[in-house]
């Protein structure tokens, strides 16, 4: 028997992965003259230590639980999104438009209406890459990486020469109106006894979550998730299974996409209020650590993207409290992607072999 | 437009086709041999940084070109093992390297130099400079020729010569050579090579090496020829532009020498809109011209000027008598 049971498929690989990820992390502030176990202090310190830094830890786990979400669901149907970047900034575009296009009397309602355009303009731009691999074969990571790009360039074109109100230095666009304001934790009754400084987390938070719900239930409860998954094991049985496989990559990319989008709510509304270049600041790329972590199942999104967002509070604080630069959190993303993503063969080959050499042994003693 | 703004025009788009002449080419063999490296941007940025370092603390080039070279082999070395060795996925693999590439080489230099991420600026013998062709003062005053070749062909590092030199090099090499028809072979076929005996691996590791010491090449330029010294991100997607080339190039070494120059145009001309908008009489959005690669790439593969097929094993773990 060279098989994992099946508890230590789901818990035991991606926790060793992280391990290993973080043994060469910790080398490598070794090798940069820092100890690692003071950056652990300053990191749990700064993102768990105070309601304040979960405040902050929890803002950028809501983003993640989106672009996770995102990447998982297309995962699902064997498609790497590569794209959730782009798609989230045009997400932002279309937050932006929708908050800026009249004053909005009550911030539910500009919710719904900005989550709506941030879904559908982030569904746009993966649906363009899905359609071109869909109909024409472009291999969809080479266009979504290209679809970053583009996205990044449109925005600035946008920011720069048509968003910007006359007048204002920097590119990004107007302030959203007072209507267009969401509650942060602080503002929301009983849970503001927690949080009693401003926060940047806000009510998108439970969207997240809610959506995190939402993409278990269509992956595993409905027959378009079966379809998306079965595509997603093997094309030609669900081909001949009777599986339209346009369909398929269209409607699972154009989820994935919503969802990447969505993502824009979090910070373009609830926190910077109005739209600036770059938006999304890397979040888009993080989903694809958050959702191999996460071994691209909602719950396990939802885990890895806390785990990132405190990597990614703890990393400003390291910014902020000691000489180890915040590009430290960029090495520690990447550790994961490479272990848990890259090197899982790896992984699994070690912990095979562990698990045979208990089993031999429990048969040498009986 | 008059004629010597055309040839500083020119003289930029070759100056800047240069980095993704050399990462293109050195996707090129990995990807011929079935070996998918997104990781091009990862591997010039890390080697931009250790030339950078290293001509900067040796005072001498060639040692930074070597640095950079080795740099970018380590990480070639962790692509081989991971999508090679433990057959992983090699698309997550780069886009891992990349992210890793992006951070380390600002811890690095900031623990290096602590100047926020960023090498010391170099100048002397710790870069590579200009090289005059031979009779290109002589030849000045020829008219139309005589500037061109003074310039626009003469007058840069000898990376650039270099670079230009590896397109029929790389040709030659995978067309000519019974290393190059086995590379191509594997790219496609690779059970049939294993069935001739010869290693799939061993094939697929020497293309990745190849692509680590060419990225070493394109990054120690970066750091060492077209600036001075290794700045944060200072690739800027680069990495990307060179990958859009190859396949843009349908992944064939002449072509890509073509795609390079496209793209290194594109940007010649976004450090210039002024001329750009006296050429055609409308404002063109810098942004616009910052993208026209990405777009371009995107009809290619969308398959509107030609298909663009790739290796047809490319991607695809190798596992030995499945």
């Known amino acids: 028997m060279d098989r994992l049971p099946r508890w230590a498929d789901v818990a035991l690989v991606p926790l060793v992965s992280l391990i290993l990820a973080g043994i060469i992390a910790a080398l490598v502030l070794l090798s940069i003259g820092q100890s690692p176990v003071e950056a652990f202090r300053v990191m749990v310190d700064g993102a768990l230590g105070s309601a304040y830094g979960w405040g902050y830890t929890l803002y950028y786990t809501t983003s993640f639980i989106f672009t996770g979400l995102a990447v998982t669901i297309a995962f699902h149907a064997g498609l790497f999104n590569i794209g959730g970047e782009g798609q989230a900034q045009l997400g932002g575009l279309g937050v932006a438009l929708v908050a800026l296009s009249l004053d909005w009397p009550h911030w539910t309602l500009a919710l719904t209406a900005a989550t709506v355009g941030a879904a559908v303009f982030g569904a746009v731009w993966a649906g363009i890459p899905a359609y071109l691999q869909a109909k024409r074969g472009s291999h969809i990571v080479i266009t979504t990486i290209m679809f970053n790009y583009i996205a990044a360039a449109l925005l600035v074109y946008l920011l720069v020469d048509v968003l910007r109100p006359a007048g204002q230095m920097d590119p990004a666009s107007p302030r959203f109106p007072e209507g267009a304001k969401l509650p942060a934790l602080n503002d929301i009754p009983v849970i503001n006894l927690i949080f009693q400084k401003a926060v940047p987390a806000n009510v998108t938070l439970f969207i997240a979550l809610a959506m995190a719900v939402v993409v278990w239930a269509i992956l595993w409860r409905t027959r378009l998730g079966y379809q998306i998954r079965a595509f997603g094991k093997s094309e030609p049985a669900a081909r001949y299974a009777g599986i339209n496989p346009v369909f398929i990559i269209m409607v699972s990319m154009l989820l994935s996409g919503g969802l990447a989008g969505m993502m824009s709510i979090n910070n373009v509304m609830g926190e910077a209020e109005r739209l600036l270049q770059n938006s999304s600041e890397g979040a888009g790329f993080i989903g694809i650590a958050v959702a191999l972590m996460g071994r691209n199942h909602p719950i396990g999104v939802v885990l890895a993207a806390l785990l990132f967002g405190f990597l990614y509070q703890g990393g400003a604080e390291l910014g902020l409290w000691t000489s180890i630069p915040i590009e430290m959190r960029i090495v520690v993303q990447g550790l994961v992607i490479l272990f848990t993503g890259a090197l899982d063969v790896m992984v699994r080959m070690l912990l095979t072999r562990a698990f045979g050499l208990l089993r031999s042994q429990k048969l040498g003693a009986a | ?322």
């Open chain 2, 1 to 322: 437009m008059d004629y010597s703004t055309l040839l500083q025009i020119l003289d930029s788009t070759l100056r800047l086709a240069t980095p993704l002449l050399l990462a293109s080419l050195s996707g090129l063999f990995s990807e011929r041999s079935g070996i998918f490296d997104i990781g091009l941007e990862g591997k010039m940025l890390a080697a931009a940084m250790a030339s950078g370092a290293v001509a900067f603390l040796s005072g001498s080039v060639w040692l930074g070109l070597l640095a950079g070279i080795g740099a970018s082999l380590v990480f070639a070395a962790i692509h081989g093992v991971a999508s090679i060795t433990f057959r992983g996925n090699q698309l997550i693999s780069g886009v891992a390297l990349n992210f890793l590439a992006a951070g380390m080489t600002v811890l690095v230099a900031q623990r290096l130099f602590s100047q926020g991420g960023r090498t010391p600026p170099i100048s002397g013998e710790a870069r590579f400079n200009p090289v005059t062709l031979p009779f290109a003062e002589a030849l000045r005053d020829v008219p139309i020729l005589g500037p061109l070749y003074y310039e626009v062909i003469s007058g840069h590092s000898l990376l650039v010569y270099a670079a230009i030199a590896l397109v029929p090099l790389s040709w030659w090499v995978l067309n000519r050579t019974r290393f190059g028809l086995r590379l191509r072979a594997v790219g496609e076929n690779p059970a049939a090579v294993d069935t001739a005996g010869v290693s799939v691996v061993g094939l697929r590791f020497a293309a990745v090496a190849i692509t680590g010491v060419l990225c070493g090449l394109a990054g120690a330029y970066m750091a060492t020829a077209l600036q001075a010294g290794f700045g944060k991100d200072m690739t800027a997607g680069r990495g990307y532009i060179a990958l859009a080339a190859l396949i843009f190039a349908k992944w064939r070494p002449v072509a890509v020498l073509w795609a390079c120059l496209l793209f290194g145009f594109f940007q010649a001309l976004a450090l210039r809109p002024d001329v750009v908008e006296a050429v055609i009489q409308v404002k063109v959005p810098v942004p616009f011209l910052d993208a026209l690669p990405y777009l371009l790439t995107v009809l290619v593969l969308a398959g509107f000027v030609g298909k663009a097929i790739p290796p047809r094993a490319g991607g695809e773990p190798y596992v030995k008598e499945r």
